[in-house]
């Protein structure tokens, strides 16, 4: 039998797609699948696809017409190609279908993927997309994304949703073929210490509350929102400390903020031991606008840490009734949850002991791959 070759595509790749890149490229590795990994060079520097059995091939930045020469060039053989997100499907959609590629290649809405890549045994190659979120822009830039978004689920025999909202978005938007696929967050690599005083002593949380909140400082991310709700915690005896974990082009504006408005609150750049940090927290607060199968939250039901939420998007399917969810924007009804988490230690344990169960109903990080692998399997068998 003729060993399946993939071949792995992601954009701008936040953390949720490159670590389920990482853990697909390693599970299909072990499979017996040839996977290739196509991404900017710095996501091999901080997921090593290399390490998991993969071979990588580093794209130009986006809006370089080199990225779909290299990319179509990439493709050339593979059975399917994987492309995660909205910029990875664009790049893909384009390399697959152009009969030939340069400054000018191709364009999108075909609809038919594969017509101008040659396939392994001379079929064609076809094309799965996964959704790991939605954006939500207005305006032209709003528009922009609506076609780009049909175009490229029409492009592709199968769209995978990481929430049933976005596998609905999808067929709204014309997919064929749309199925929900969970994504796990992988397991760390190591043991986390639960409860480290060590983290909260960096930190600067020793005898304090300590209150985590992690992701990209970007609009969207219900920031501002968090601030207003650290303004109200002032009273609290003793304050809690706010700290977060991430980095974008907020950073400086939020900083200004936080100086400016004495709050309890740091910033503490990206950080690769976030499980052990979550894991010495109180409460793990997550503000955001727009969430399919947000890393934080499954991080902090797995680890056992209290939960406060907003009600967005694939939130309330993917924590159940183990989190306080909150409306987006809401700062009085954020800051009253988190108050009323810190002041109540047995809604505390309650949560916790919910989340872990909450978690084990999760597909595991193996049968996420499986499941991956049955899609690759039945279009395998079409062409």
């Known amino acids: 039998m003729t060993q399946l070759r993939t071949v792995q595509v992601l954009g701008g790749g936040s953390a949720g797609s490159s670590s389920h890149v990482r853990s697909l490229a390693s599970g299909l590795v072990a499979r017996g699948v040839r996977v290739t990994v196509c991404a900017p060079a710095e ?192 009273d609290l005896d003793p304050q809690p400390l706010l700290v977060i974990a991430g980095e974008g082009r907020e950073r400086a504006a939020l900083q200004r903020r936080i100086t400016a408005e004495r709050l309890a609150v740091r910033l503490i750049g990206r950080r690769d031991d976030v499980a052990e940090l979550l894991a010495a927290a109180d409460v793990a607060v997550l503000p955001s606008r727009r969430e399919a199968r947000s890393l934080l939250a499954q991080e902090a039901l797995r680890l056992g840490v209290p939960l406060v939420a907003t009600a967005v998007g694939g939130v309330p399917e993917l924590v159940g009734d183990a989190a306080e969810l909150v409306p987006y924007g809401d700062a009085a009804a954020l800051a009253g949850a988190v108050r009323g988490l810190l002041e109540d230690a047995e809604r505390r344990m309650d949560l916790a002991a919910a989340g872990r169960v909450q978690a084990g109903t999760w597909p595991t990080e193996d049968e996420t791959v499986a499941h991956v692998l049955s899609v690759y399997d039945e279009l395998a068998g079409r062409r």
Request: aromatic share 4%; proline share 5%; net charge positive.
């Open 43 to 234: 996501l091999d520097r901080l997921y090593d696809y290399l390490g998991a059995g993969a071979h990588f091939v580093p794209l130009p930045r986006l809006g370089d017409p080199a990225t779909v020469t290299a990319l179509r060039n990439a493709c050339i053989g593979a059975d399917v190609v994987h492309a995660h997100g909205l910029q990875a499907s664009v790049r893909a959609t384009l390399a697959l279908s152009a009969p030939s590629c340069g400054t000018a290649c191709g364009g999108l809405g075909s609809g038919a993927s594969g017509s101008g890549v040659p396939g392994s045994g001379g079929g064609r190659t076809l094309l799965v997309t996964t959704w790991h979120s939605r954006n939500h822009l207005g305006g032209a830039r709003g528009g922009v994304q609506r076609l780009l978004e049909r175009s490229t689920v029409r492009a592709a025999s199968v769209v995978l949703g990481t929430s049933s909202e976005l596998v609905d978005r999808a067929r709204r938007r014309g997919a064929r073929d749309a199925r929900l696929a969970p994504v796990t967050v992988p397991a760390g690599r190591g043991p986390v210490c639960l409860h480290d005083g060590k983290a909260r002593a960096e930190l600067g949380a020793v005898d304090r509350p300590l209150l985590m909140a992690v992701g990209a400082l970007e609009r969207g991310r219900g920031y501002g929102t968090l601030l207003d709700a650290a303004r109200s915690w002032r």
